[in-house]
């Protein structure tokens, strides 16, 4: 039971490159989500998705493009990296049935903007 | 739109003591609460959850949460703590409707000494 998995766990790259992270889930939850964690700010959405080819903005995209082509897959890129994206990036997911609303999270990135 | 206020950034606490993580927030339609922890290096994993009935809430590792209407919190309480507990811990609201999106508090270090 692999659950959910992020990709690369550790990353390091200079201003102005593009970078992509990987997030995938075994259990075909129709909703997906990321964050970033900041220290003093807890978590907060960057982008969400209720299902394949359906995505949303969340409080802070700006910088940030996502795709869902596939249900298992919600990789996030950083078009053009700033330092101020320098942050911990999680992804969660979250099944449709019921009213949990529970959400399942990764390991996370540590991603690092030179 | 909805906020969470967690009060204190952090709490240093005696082994087998008791604890009381504070949580507010704030919201104009029915809520459901969770309660997020995070163990160093770690992705959040839920404790404990409120979507209806019973005000009060347990998880399995012996924290309780009650829901609070009129005073809009959702305080998290052990009555004795253990080291392994020394993790960072998210409170979360979501509305009904709001396709499962999350806000969270800016966090609480619990951290449990000898």
């Known amino acids: 039971d692999a659950g959910i998995t992020q990709s690369p766990r550790y990353k390091i790259t200079e201003t102005g490159r593009q970078v992509t992270l990987m997030c995938h889930q075994t259990?075909?939850?129709?909703?997906m989500f990321w964050y970033r964690q900041d220290l003093g700010h807890g978590l907060r959405l960057i982008y969400y998705?209720?299902?394949?080819?359906?995505?949303d903005k969340g409080e802070v995209p700006d910088g940030y493009v996502v795709s869902r082509s596939k249900t298992e897959n919600f990789p996030l890129t950083l078009e053009s990296a700033t330092r101020s994206q320098t942050s911990v990036y999680f992804c969660?997911?979250?099944?449709?049935?019921?009213?949990?609303?529970?959400?399942?999270f990764g390991p996370g990135t540590r991603l690092t903007v030179l | 739109a909805q906020s969470v206020t967690q009060l204190d950034s952090q709490v240093p606490v005696f082994e087998e003591a008791p604890v009381e993580l504070r949580c507010n927030y704030s919201?104009?339609?029915?809520?459901?609460l969770f309660w997020y922890v995070q163990y160093p290096n770690q992705g959040l994993q839920l404790l404990l959850k409120?979507?209806?009935?019973?005000?009060l809430v347990e998880s399995i590792n012996g924290f309780e949460a009650e829901f609070n209407k009129s005073q809009t919190s959702f305080h998290l309480r052990k009555p004795s703590v253990h080291i392994s507990d020394t993790a960072e811990y998210f409170c979360?609201?979501?509305?009904?409707?709001?396709?499962?999106?999350?806000?969270f508090g800016s966090g609480t270090q619990l951290t449990v000494l000898p």
């Open positions: 998705s209720a299902a394949a080819d359906i995505t």
């Open positions: 409120y979507l209806s009935g019973s005000t």
């Open positions: 979360a609201v979501s509305v009904s409707g709001s396709a499962r999106q999350l806000t």
């Open positions: 259990w075909s939850h129709s909703y």
């Open positions: 919201s104009s339609v029915s809520v459901y």
């Open positions: 969660a997911s979250s099944p449709t049935s019921g009213r949990t609303d529970t959400q399942y």
